[in-house]
Nanobody
Framework: QVQLVESGGGLVQAGGSLRLSCAAS????????MGWFRQVPGKEREFIAA????????SYANSVKGRFAVSRVNAKNTVYLQTNSLKPEDTAVYYC??????????????????WGQGTQVTVSS
């Protein structure tokens, strides 16, 4: 079993930044793909970013490309999402997830096996 705990969310003004963290414990997947998604009420979970096990491969949604950056430190079993130039439309609950097979950088929620409980990001205008 894997436990994922996100942190770092909060309230920020438009143009501001937040650094989200996701700490994994239990059965860890140092060679797994890690992903970040977000969701607002009434909408489907939206892919944000994914990172390969080595950190050498990353993928981003067009809506955040150039503003967000995903990284990981396998020695700490932690993945990060640096969010910059935040906009009100970035307001959502942000989730991290693990794809244990890790064969490619999937943008599909069903590819991921374990999920955190989420952290709220609210961007005021």
């Amino acid at each position: 079993q894997v436990q994922l705990v996100e942190s770092g969310g909060g309230l920020v003004q438009a143009g501001g930044s937040l650094r989200l963290s996701c700490a994994a414990s239990g059965r860890t997947f140092s060679r797994a793909v890690m992903g970040w998604f977000r969701q607002v009420p009434g909408k489907e979970r939206e892919f944000i970013a994914a990172i390969s096990w080595s950190g050498g491969g990353t993928s981003y949604a067009n809506s955040v490309k150039g503003r967000f950056a995903v990284s990981r430190v396998n020695a700490k079993n932690t993945v990060y999402l640096q969010t910059n130039s935040l906009k009100p439309e970035d307001t959502a609950v942000y989730y991290c997830a693990v794809d244990g097979l890790g064969t490619y950088l999937s943008d599909t929620p069903s590819s991921y096996d374990y999920w955190g409980q989420g952290t709220q990001v609210t961007v005021s205008s």
